[in-house]
Structures are given as C-alpha cells and as structure tokens.
C-alpha cells in the first residue's frame, strides 16, 4: 500500500509541476536595433540643395531611386483604391464610404493629408506623375515634416494658423534637413497618418494611436520601446514599397508551423507567421486544449483582452443628424468631454469617446464585404457599412475582437443609398464653411455623378474594425472563465459549445430532478425509520 | 503462509487494499463530482481553468488507481463478487420497502465469499457496465478533444454531443452517490456499515 500511495503521489506531482505554464518566448532576432543606412544621405550633393517644394524633394530622390516612384504608384498608399478579385468592386479609400468622415470625394483637398503624394484636389489629378509622389511622409526620420488638411498633401510651405482662427501657428518644414535624414519608416512615420485616421488621434481603429509611438509593455508586447521595440514593418514586411498586411487581403486563419525569419510565404503580418498556429506549450493536463482554440478563436481574441488601452482612446459613434447645430449665439461651437476629446461639433455633430473597451466578437473569414458609393441601403435597420464575412463552419473563419463603430449619416429617403456630402473647402456650399446640408449633398453627389432626390434624412450606420495591434503580455490574455462562464464574452456566438456556459436545460432539469428526488426519497425512507424505533420487530422467519 | 486474522463473532470482510480503494475511489469521485459541475457552470469555486486541471488530474488519479484495482480484483479472485445473482432480490426489495420499517431480519448474510446483497450486485454491475463507460468514453473524447481532428472523430462526434453525455453520466453518478450514501446507514446501527468499511470487520448476525 505504501508503494502504492508513492506511486499516486509521484504521478500527481509530476502532472502537477508540468501543468505550472504555458509559456511562449519569442527567440526572435528583432531584439536588435534596426540596422543602420550604409549611405549617408546629409553627405549627398543631390540634397545639399535648396527645397521649395515637396515634388522638388521627389526629383532629387528619383535621381538615384530610379523605380522609387513607379513601385509607389503601384501601391494603395498612392491609388487609394483596392480592386476585389472576386468581385470586381472597386474599394479602397477612393470608393468607399466610412463611418467617419464619409467619403473623400469631392473633399480631397483636406483627407489627402495623408496621401502618399502631393497635389489631389480633385478627380483630375495626375496618377503618373513621378514627382508627385511623396517620399517624406514615410521617411522621414526628424518629425518634423507635416502636412494639413486643407493643402492637397501638400507639406508646411508657409507659416500660418492652423486650425484656422485658432491663435495657433505652425512654421514651415524645412525640407532640405528631412531630405538630407531619411530612413527607414519607424512607428511615427506609419503613424503619421494611421494613428490619426478619421481626423484624430486614436480616432478610427482602437488599436492605433499615439501611444504606441513609444508604447509600454503593457500597451504592446511587441512594440514595447524598452522591450523588443518593434517597428511597424517588423510585421508588415514591405518588398517594393507593398506593404504586407492590409484589411483587404486579410489572413484570419493562417495555419501550420512558423517560418523563419525572412522565408515568409503569404502574409507576415500575422501572428502564425512568426508564432505558428499552435504557439502554446501545454503540460499533459491541458492535452492540447489551449491550442486547439486556435481552430476557432484568431489570437487577437484572448491576446488583446481590451482595445483603446491607454488615454487616448477611441470613438465609439459618430453621430451626423445634429451637426450644424449652432451655439446659442448663432455662432458654431465645439464642446468638449471631461477627457478632453471631441463631444460636439457643430461642423460634425455628436461624439461619445471612450478607453479600455471590450472588443465585439464576430466569425470572420478575412473578408470584409462594403457598402460603396451609389449602394442600395435599407434605412429600416442599422445600415453596415462594412460587413465581417464568416460563419462557424468555414474552414478559413474563426472569432475575432473588433471594434464596431456606431453612427448616424445623412441618407437618400427616395433613392435609399448614402449621401456623399461635401464637407471640406472654403467655397460657399462646404458643410464645414457655410452649415447647409443640402448644397454640401448637391455638390458632394454632383461631384461623384448621382443623382439625389433633393431630400435627406439621417440612418443608423455601423462599421467593424478588426483588432489585432496592442498585442498584450500573456498575464493579461482572457482567463477561461471570461468566455467558459455565465457572463461569457462569446455568449452571442453562434455555432460554438462553450463548457461553462452552454447546456440543455432539459438534461439539467432532468438531472437535477432525478438527484433531488432521490435526496428526498432517502429522506423520507430514513424519517419513517426514526419514527418507528418502538415497534418490536415481527416473529422471526 | 499468510494467516486471516481472527476475532471473535466477527469476519474479517474487506481486506486492506480493498478499503484503500474504496475510500481513496470515494474521495476521487466526490472530488470529481464538485470539479465537474463547477466546468458544467453550476457554481463557482475554483475557478473554470483551475476546476478543469484538477478535474484533469483527479481523473488520471482515479484511472491510476483503477489500474490497480482491476488487477487486485483478478488476482485475488473478488471480480465474482459482482457476479449478478437473482435470489433474494425480491426479498431485498421487500426489506427495503416494508421489512426495515418493522425491523425485520436482513434477508441476506454477508460472508468473505458473498460480500454484497443482491441489490448491490445488481447497482455495482450497473454501476461497472453502464455508468463508468458513459462516464469514462465521454470524458476520455472530452478530454482529448484536442486530437479528434487528426484521427477524424470531428466527422462523428461533436463537442455538445460528447460534454452532454458526460454530464448524464455525472448525473448517474450523483444519484449512485447519494444512494449509496443513505443505505450505508441501513445497518444494525447509523454507523455500522461505515465502520465496517474502516476497520474491515463485519459484527456477525446475532452479535449486537
């Protein structure tokens, strides 16, 4: 028995201090600081020269970057437009509506503040211009190169006031000392643009912001400026200025093992790419469990347990229907919440703000399906703009974090589609200049060519955003309980048996029944014989 | 030669490996019983992940322990003890419903040969042939759930399916324990049956 009770003790013991972690070390070379240019660009008399412009700076570069500007061109950062392969729909910021801002069409001169070129104000901008190319807003290496709404992506040529009316000014970049330090595209650079989608910092994704310029540990595991200190392009490998990883050629379920460094097939900006499909190392307790979520769960679900998660955060909706709105003055006002984000605007109408948010879940096979200029809308429900494709017995879907983005935009009630409205510009029928939806509808459909009925009304909108930045430290990925629990964050899931949450309430009744039943048959059986210890028993047999 | 001990208007009825394993069996299943329906979602005591790696390992335990018991049961011959026989079972039922109200004598002598009533044969048999595969086939495809894709289980077997029948399974089991539980107090005294089950000796009819 002695041997026996060993033998128990030492099979316990040893399952137990298997079962201790599930630990995940990232061996990568990327710990070393990125290496440095083997060319001195401040020594070269092509940049000694005097810039005026930026397409002046753009020469200079092609004069040595011969297929610089052609490799751009071939890019969404310059066509803003993304043809489907299946379907043939145009998409690409060019084509779609958003939630946000709407549509760049007809207002280019501000949203191409963040093209990567110089000069679209309108639909006659010319696509093969070289020059027009802007290499600076991704190389740039000193911070100090901006661009404005307003100036067609045009760079700070001349102090001025900005915002307008503001008391604020702003100088001029000097272009010949951002030519002369060039290099390659750190966080800052991708974040010039991307952190501050929609008009804002942090403002369209949740999982983008200014805080991840040097972020903490605890904002990115990868990222982390003390840490392994990544840089956008760790992950969205770039050959010939194609930046990988893009919303519309998502990966959602890449399988199998992880390639080495620099041997990457498909999409690097993933986190199997580097991690594999079954990262997790599991004692012979878990047998496999935690890794067999990854049929069902993208990584970003457990691993990026909140979104927004840091002040800056995020906006939740964007409500249209009460922009124009005026101060009590007549005048427009700006209004802003406790945390200092926009609330009102009477240029924009409603925004609720918010940090540390709880992804929404969604089944999703990487394709996002939207709604485009001139679609049909069905104003009778929440109009989504984009749609997360996917159902739980697709092969290529499983769950993933997203944060939706709820709102209000103006609307054809005869024509049911979504109003493309002219909000920026200084002429007299800009939204945003002279408060009159219906000449900023007029002018924003006459410029995309369709017609309007001359009415609108205002509907419920909502956009998905996948999450998948902000990869947070393993100890603070979802627990089970948060999604194996009655308070389950999947509960509206379909197509999943969670244990833990889910069951048959007949097999449950029945079960507990049964038990109950019997607890109380036993019960009485023992009652009725403490009650009758008197009676003398009968004559033996 | 090995000698039985011997005491006085006693037999000696369960040897010491036999009460190992019955009380370190009752221990595992009781304990596998309050894992269980915590991952089932009844309560919350240890907490979803910590309730199924103790569940998990409990299990293991238990298997383990089975290991042993199955090869005692045949070494020593005891599998015949749930043999099922149906003598008596009338009269058990009988006892059970009418006789043990009026203090009838039990129908049934336990011997060293014969050490459960004909009653029990039957739940232990039922208890062996239909709720311990319910219960292990179930949780063995719950537990390895992980493999199913590499040996094509997924074609036939869905996780619903499978945790369903488990928690049948647990139910039975529930009901077994509660049962079993009572009729322990069924002897001569509350206490009699427990005792004996401790020390091993069984007061002879007669005796008390």
Known sequence: MKLLSFILALGASLSLSAWASESFTPTLTDKLPPPKSTADHSKFKELQAVFKTGPEVTKACLACHNDAAKQVQHTKHWTWEVVDAKTGQKLGKKNIINNFCTSTVSNEKDCMAC????????????????????????????????????????????????PAGSGKFVDPVDLQKVAQKVAMPSRANCGSCHFFGAGGDGTKHGDLDSALRNPSKHLDVHMDAKGLNFSCVNCHKTSQHQVAGSRYEFDASRTGKPQPQGKFDGNPASCQACHGDKPHKESLLHAERLNTHTDTLACQTCHIPEYARSNVGTEKVWDWSTATKMGPDGKPIFVKDSAGRRAFDSKKGNFAWDSYLMPEYRWFNGKLSYKVIGDKIDPSKAVEINHPEGSPNEPGARIWPFKVHRGKQAYDPELKNLLIVHTAGEDHTALWHNFDWPKAIETGMQTVGLPWSGKHDFVATEMSWPI???????????????CHGANSRLKDIPGIYLPGLHKNEWLDLAGWGAALLALIGVLIHGIIRACVPCRKPRSKQ | MITTPTRPGHIYLYKRYERFWHWSQAALIVFMLITGFEIHGAYDNFGFKRAVELHTLTAWTLLTLWAFTIFWQFTTGEWRQYIPTYKKVGAMVHYYSIGIFTHAPHPFQKTTSSKHNPLQRLAYLALLSLVSPIIWGSGLFYLFFAYWKDFGIDQWLTLEGVALTHTAGAFMMLIFFIAHVYLTTTGHTPFAHIKTMITGWEEEEGHH
């Open chain 1, 115 to 162: 093209h990567a070129g110089y000069g679209w104000a309108d639909k006659s901008f010319d696509f093969t211009k070289e020059e027009s190319v802007d290499c600076l807003i991704c190389h740039d290496s000193t911070g100090t190169y901006r661009k404005l709404p307003g100036d067609a992506g045009h760079p700070i040529y001349e102090r001025k006031e900005f």
């Open chain 1, 468 to 482: 998948t930045h902000t990869v947070a430290p393993k100890g603070d990925a979802l627990s089970c309980t948060q």
